[in-house]
């Protein structure tokens, strides 16, 4: 159980075009919906709180007009990279917990590169 | 700030040479330490949880302990297909806003 499916698993896309990407939980309802990002060889930071239902929590330095987070069903949470750059080229992954669970289980990733 | 160190950055085992890895972390109000494990290229794989000092969890080769300062994950007769990027994380806070914050991984080789 506690399934989280990620897609796409990689994307590349022209500098200035928009990229979703799709985070759902297979097998349980997620209220809340993290989003992660992780450079190589580095750990993984959390860019935002997904909440259904409700504006997204942001981190301190992650904009929130480049990157746009929908929450609207308890199983589906979406990130937009908006006006992609090439800065933007990172590993971006999603993550949810069960409720009363607090062991998080995430998504396979999405390599995203952006030329 | 909450904090998680892990150490070391990268280990080189034999193969059934046990070790252990380090996670310190200095959170205010831990709701739980998490261990994972990730793999090149996807996302991390859930290991343990542990709640409180004193606290062991174990699974195949591998016993995750927990003290008010720090976890160890234990490896035991580690094999091949242990390599991996194992990463320590700590959930914190109250109320409504909790955090979970990573370290940046032991990344292990073991070697046949």
């Known amino acids: 159980g506690a399934v989280v499916s990620q897609h796409p698993s990689w994307v590349i896309c022209k500098s200035g075009t928009s990229v979703k990407i799709e985070c759902r939980s297979l097998?349980?309802?997620?209220?809340?919906m993290f989003w992660y990002r992780q450079f190589p060889k580095q750990s993984l930071m959390l860019m935002a709180t997904s909440n259904e239902g409700s504006k997204a929590t942001y981190e301190q330095g992650v904009e929130k007009d480049k990157f746009l987070i929908n929450h609207a069903s308890l199983t589906l949470s979406t990130l937009t990279v908006t006006s992609a750059h090439p800065e933007d080229s990172s590993f971006y992954i999603c993550?949810?917990?069960?409720?009363?669970?607090?062991?998080?289980?995430f998504g396979s990733g999405t390599r995203l590169t952006v030329v | 700030e909450d904090q998680v160190t892990q150490s070391p950055e990268a280990l080189r085992l034999q193969e059934g040479e046990s070790s252990s890895l380090n996670c310190s972390y200095t959170?205010?109000?831990?709701?739980?330490l998490f261990w994972y494990r990730q793999d090149p290229g996807k996302g991390p794989e859930f290991l343990f949880t542990?709640?409180?000092a004193g606290e062991e969890k174990e699974k195949e080769r591998l016993k995750a302990t927990l003290t008010k300062k720090e976890s160890f994950l234990h490896i035991t007769a580690p094999k091949p297909e242990d390599s991996a990027t194992y990463l320590c994380a700590v959930q914190a806070g109250s109320g409504g806003y909790q955090k979970v914050t990573f370290g940046t991984g032991t990344k292990l080789q073991v070697i046949p």
């Open positions: 542990l709640y409180s």
């Open positions: 993550s949810a917990s069960p409720a009363g669970n607090y062991g998080y289980t």
């Open positions: 959170v205010s109000g831990l709701r739980g």
């Open positions: 097998d349980f309802q997620a209220t809340t």
